[in-house]
């Protein structure tokens, strides 16, 4: 349980630094709600980090931030909520929506009716190509490289590649210093970023430069790369119905 208990541990010393610039955060960009999940929804992501933190993978699949229909319910990176229930096996918990919340974006939980497209899709091949949680999470790891969920004005999703980086910089050190942590924790060997951002913000945490691999601080190298991202807005996801984003996907976990 020692690599449980030191994921847990450093998600919530992440948390708490992310906490700290929330209210920087919407003065200064163009976001007026900033929330973070794994504050509020901490009762999931605790659960997600317990039940599959310990199972050995060497493999990190990193996402950029929380959707509102996704992790910003089930405290799960790409967790759509049924995902969550039926397939991360996390169990309901009453959440509180957070006091700053936009207002047509409440924290209803694992009873949220609506799926995240991504989330479905991710998880849904991850099962699909490696059989049972124990066998997915003997492989695989999938965590977001910044935690909070980030809507502008009219409950739009942004994302933190399009506001200011000086604003953010503190958020985004956190965030590299917590991926750090948990590629040591883990073991880990290759990084998968779920689309060219979170392969930047890979790469520039363990400066690997725009090709090569990463190393960390002990020397160990990191095989840094990207897969598609499964968004539903992206041309490339919806290709041949989805069908060329699974190829490409295993293509990259099977590439090792």
Not at 84 to 105: E, F, M, V, Y
Not at 120 to 145: A, C, E, T
Not at 199 to 213: H, I, M
């Amino acid at each position: 349980m020692a690599v449980v208990d030191d994921l847990i541990m450093a998600a919530k010393q992440l948390s708490n630094s992310c906490n700290k610039s929330i209210k920087k955060i919407e003065r200064e960009t163009i976001v007026a709600h900033a929330t973070n999940p794994l504050d509020y929804a901490w009762p999931h992501h605790e659960q997600y980090l317990t039940n599959w933190g310990g199972l050995g993978a060497k493999t990190l699949l990193l996402g950029m931030n929380p959707g509102p229909w996704g992790m910003a319910q089930s405290g799960v990176p790409f967790g759509s909520t049924e995902v969550a229930k039926s397939k991360l096996k996390i169990k309901p918990c009453q959440l509180t929506t957070p006091s700053n919340a936009h207002p047509k974006r409440p924290i209803i939980g694992l009873d949220l009716e609506r799926q995240e497209i991504s989330g479905q899709r991710l998880w849904s091949l991850m099962f699909d190509h490696f059989g049972n949680g124990k066998n997915v999470f003997s492989n695989i790891f999938v965590v977001n490289h910044c935690p909070l969920l980030l809507l502008g004005e009219s409950g739009k999703n942004l994302t933190p590649d399009n506001l200011s980086a000086a604003v953010l910089k503190p958020i985004l050190e956190a965030c590299d210093e917590h991926l750090k942590k948990v590629v040591d924790i883990m073991g880990i060997t290759r990084i998968i970023g779920v689309g060219k951002y979170a392969e930047k913000r890979a790469r520039l945490a363990f400066d690997a430069g725009k090709t090569g691999d990463g190393i960390t601080k002990s020397g160990r190298k990191i095989d840094i790369t990207s897969c598609w991202h499964p968004s539903p807005a992206s041309p490339l996801a919806n290709r041949n119905d989805g069908a060329d984003w699974r190829a490409n996907v295993i293509s990259v976990l099977e590439n090792a």
